[in-house]
């Protein structure tokens, strides 16, 4: 009775394994036929393009280029503040703000400002290019305008201005010319867009304090920069005594001469 239900058994696994092929030649394998599947699965291991259509390649770069495209861009300038520009409230004068920057790259990059409001906001400089390293104070100038109404403005609030900073990297010395952003706008980037918030000019605070020593700091480099350069003239030895050196060249030279003419005679 057991050996009726075995070959049943059987004749049934048989049909079961018959439906599918995979089982049935899996089963029925040598081990020539395993031996070169093993060694099909090593080769495609090591080879991932193995059995890759070759259309299906491309792809994998295209999706890596916008893979990089969705990444934010890296910044090559460090702004000080960096979200905001502060301005002490003055309603009816024209009030300072500052901004440091600072190029935080390997090369010289350079620099341009926008604004919404230019009829009331300038800045100085409004562009420029910095050393790898270096830094720079751009001053921010802005005509307040008086509240509507005699109404007070509220202070410590965003205004609707504001201000764009964007980079280009560039060579090393190029004179900047605003027309650089122009010839090159798939090489720039947007570093910050900067709001304006108001100050109470009275009220002391550490944003204003800072304020006041970044203007400070910027008037000293200004005057520094319109001092003219050192004299290379004339050296001045004691009181009033000018020794002009191509002079005194000459004049030793004319005796140098005399003394030769009375030897030769």
Known sequence: MA?????????????LFGFCPFWQTSTTATPSSSASSTQ????????PHVGVPNSSRPATKTVSYVARSLLPPRRRLRLDPSNNLYFP????????????????????????FQTTAPKSCYMRPPGGVLAPGDSIIATVFKFVEAPENNERQPLDQKSK?????????VKGG?????????????QVTVE?????VFLNAER????LEKLKRQLAEAEAALEARKRPPPDTGPRVVGEGLV????????????????VEAVDSV
């Not at 099909?40 to 080879?47: E, F, P």
């Open 3 to 15: 050996i009726v239900d075995r070959h049943s058994r059987s004749n049934s696994d048989k049909k």
């Open 40 to 47: 099909n699965l090593t080769t495609s291991s090591s080879n």
């Open 89 to 112: 409230y003055e309603p009816g004068k024209q009030t300072r703000s500052a901004v440091r920057l600072k190029n935080t790259s390997k090369s010289h990059v350079a620099f341009k």
């Open 161 to 169: 201005d504001k201000f764009k900073i964007m980079s280009l990297k």
């Open 174 to 186: 190029i004179d900047y010319v605003p027309e650089l952003f122009d010839e090159q706008k798939d």
């Open 192 to 196: 910050r867009i900067l709001r304006v």
């Open 204 to 207: 002391p605070s550490p944003a």
């Open 243 to 258: 020794i002009d050196e191509w002079k005194e060249r000459r004049e030793k030279y004319l005796a140098r001469q005399q």
